[in-house]
């Protein structure tokens, strides 16, 4: 089994910024790939960004280019976002997530990670 555990949401203004960690403890892989993904209250879970173990890349979702950066600590097995400019579109409970099996082309879909953190609230006020 794999646990994640996520830390830095909160409460932010519009324009703010905030850094999410998580890490990953228990039979971890060197090809694991991490990723985040975030739920906003009636909406379905939204791709945020991945970093992809078997080429060392991050991804980023489309509403969050140019805003939101991946970062991947692998000797602490930790990912980062670090998310700036946020509007209120963002708020949302964000997710880890963690895949053992995955190809580029599945990296935003949420049911391709086996493992899951308990999610973490951002909220964003205008």
């Known amino acids: 089994q794999v646990q994640l555990t996520e830390s830095g949401g909160g409460l932010v203004q519009a324009g703010g910024s905030l850094r999410l960690s998580c890490t990953a403890s228990?039979?971890?892989?060197?090809?694991?790939?991490m990723a985040w993904f975030r739920q906003a209250p009636g909406k379905e879970r939204e791709f945020v960004a991945a970093?992809?173990?078997?080429?060392?890349?991050?991804y980023l979702g489309d509403s969050v280019k140019g805003r939101f950066i991946a970062s991947r600590d692998n000797a602490k097995k930790t990912m980062f976002l670090s998310m700036n400019n946020h509007n209120v579109e963002d708020t949302a409970v964000y997710y880890c997530?963690?895949?053992?099996?995955?190809?580029?082309?599945?990296?935003?879909?949420?049911?391709?990670?086996?493992?899951w953190g308990q999610g973490t609230q951002v909220t964003v006020s205008s």
């Open positions: 997530a963690l895949g053992q099996r995955l190809i580029v082309s599945s990296l935003g879909m949420p049911a391709q990670y086996e493992y």
């Open positions: 228990g039979r971890t892989s060197t090809t694991d790939s």
């Open positions: 970093f992809f173990r078997n080429n060392g890349r991050t």
